[in-house]
C-alpha cells in the first residue's frame, strides 16, 4: 500500500531556482534516517522490551513538482494486521512529533515535544543546502500539519540536540581518525579519548587528509575552533574549524621500544642496557602527565641504563635524565648564547608528583619563551 | 693544532632520535674521565676520521659534527693532540675536574649548538654503522 506521507516545498537561495540541488537529496536521506530513528525510540519507549517491527515499509521520494520546488515522500508499506503496534503508526507519529519541534524551534519556544532531542543532531545535515536564505516547508497531509525550516530554526534544533549552552574558540589536540570528503566531515579522536564529528572548509582539506594518513603514526593535530559546550563547560560539538595545525610527528612510543632492544654494551663497548624501571617511568610520565600541547621529547639511552629526554625549545634545550632506577631525575636547561647568566639545573624525585608538575611548569614556561622572566 | 682547528666528534646512532642528536655526543662519559676524544681536523678529514673509527677501530657512526679549538677554549675546555698507536690523529678536550654535572651539560650543550650550526661534516647516514 502506499500513501502520502509528507510534501515538501523548497524556497529562495539555492534550492528555489527552477531545480532541486542534488546534494538536498543526501539531505533527504537524513531526513528518514531521522524518523526511523524517532519512529524506533517512540516505540521502545512503549515497549522497552522489544524492537520495531519494520514491517516492509520504506519511504519513498515520488514526485518533484514544478520547477523541483515541491517534492512528495510516500509511505510504501505492506498492511499486515500480525504486527501491531505497526512500523507505520509510529513513522506518523514521529513526523507529527518532528513538525511540532521544528515549528516549536522556528517560534523560538521551549521544546515540549516528545521527539528524541539527541536525533536533532541530523539537522547539522538536513537543511544545509538552504544556506542562509533558503526555506523547507513540510507539510504533513493527515493532521494537516506544517512546518518550516530555514537558518535560524535550523541552528537552534542543532543547539538543542547539543544541549549548548555557549560557545567558545579553543584549541582542540587530537588526531583525525575519520574524513568524509563528499560530506565535507571528519572525526577527531581528543587526547582524552572522546571522539568529536565536525564539518571542514576546503582551506583545511589537505591538512587534515595528512593527519589522516599520519593517524597510525601518532599525526598529532591542532584545529582552532569554534566549539559547542554543554552547561558544565564540556565540548559537545566542533562547530567551526577555522585553523588546522599538524604538530610534530614525532612519537616517542617507537622510541622507546626502539632503545628497548639496545644490549649490554652498545655504546662501542660501554653502555648499559635500558632499565625495565626508566623505561616504565618515561611511559608513566608521558601517558600521565605530559601536556599535548608540549612537543613531544626527544629520548636518548644513557650509557648508564636511564633515559635523557630532551626538548627543542630554543634556545633553552632543556633536558631531563632519567636514572636507571626510575627514581631520580636531573632537569637542565640553558640559553645557549649566554650559558652562564640562564641556565639551571635540579634534582628531581621522580615518584613525587608535586616535582613532575613543578617540571610540567617549568616545560610550559620555556615553550611560552618565558622561563627567565 | 690551531685556534681554527676543527675537532671532529663521532656521533652513535643511538645518539640521534629521527634527525636529532642529543647533546650527549659532546659530554665525556665516566670511561672518558672528563677527556672527550675528537680526531684532530688538521690531520685527517671527516671522511678519513669517519673510515677510521668505523673500519679500523670498528665502532658504530653515523657521521660526524664538529667544534672549533677556539670555541672549546671560550668554553673554558682545554684542547691537546693526544696521537694513539692505532690513532695518530686522536685529540681531547678536557673538561676541568671541579665542573660540576650542570657545569658539564650546559658546556656539553653549547657545544652541541654550536657543532649544529655549523652542519654535519660527514653523514648523517641512517642505518649506518
Sequence with gaps: MREIFLRLRFEGGEVGYGGLPLKMLSELATLERLLWGAAGELFRRENPNAKLPPQNTRLVLTQLGKGSTTAQIELDFTKDELFLPSAVEFLKRARKELLATIEEARIQAEKTTAFPTPLLRGFRRLGKSLGEVGQLHLESPDEPQVALLDAPTRNRLIEWAEGRQTTTSSALYGWICEIDERQRTFEIRLVNGKRLRGEFREEIEKQLIEALGGYHYGQLIRLDAVLGRDEKGRITSVKEVREAILLDRREPWSRLRELSKLPEGWLDGEGAPISSAAKRWVRGFLRRYYPPTLPPPYLYPTPQGGISLEWDIQPYMPSLEIDAMGQLGYWHALAPSNPDSSSEDRELSLNDPSQIKWLIERLRAYDRGDAFV | ?129
Design chain 2, 1 to 129: 693544532m690551531t685556534e681554527e682547528t676543527l675537532l671532529y666528534r663521532q656521533v652513535h646512532p643511538s645518539f640521534l632520535d629521527g634527525e636529532r642528536p642529543t647533546s650527549q655526543v659532546f659530554t665525556p662519559t665516566s670511561k672518558d674521565q672528563k677527556r672527550l676524544s675528537v680526531y684532530d681536523g688538521d690531520k685527517v678529514s671527516a671522511a678519513e676520521a669517519w673510515e677510521h673509527y668505523t673500519k679500523v677501530l670498528g665502532h658504530k657512526s653515523v657521521g660526524i659534527l664538529a667544534v672549533q679549538v677556539r670555541e672549546c677554549s671560550n668554553l673554558g675546555l682545554r684542547t691537546e693532540e693526544d696521537p694513539l698507536p692505532n690513532f695518530p690523529a686522536h685529540a681531547v678536550v678536557i673538561f676541568p675536574e671541579a665542573w660540576s654535572i650542570g657545569k658539564v651539560k650546559t658546556v656539553a650543550k653549547s657545544l652541541t649548538s654550536l657543532a649544529l650550526e655549523r652542519g654535519w661534516q660527514y653523514g648523517p647516514y641512517f642505518g649506518s654503522t
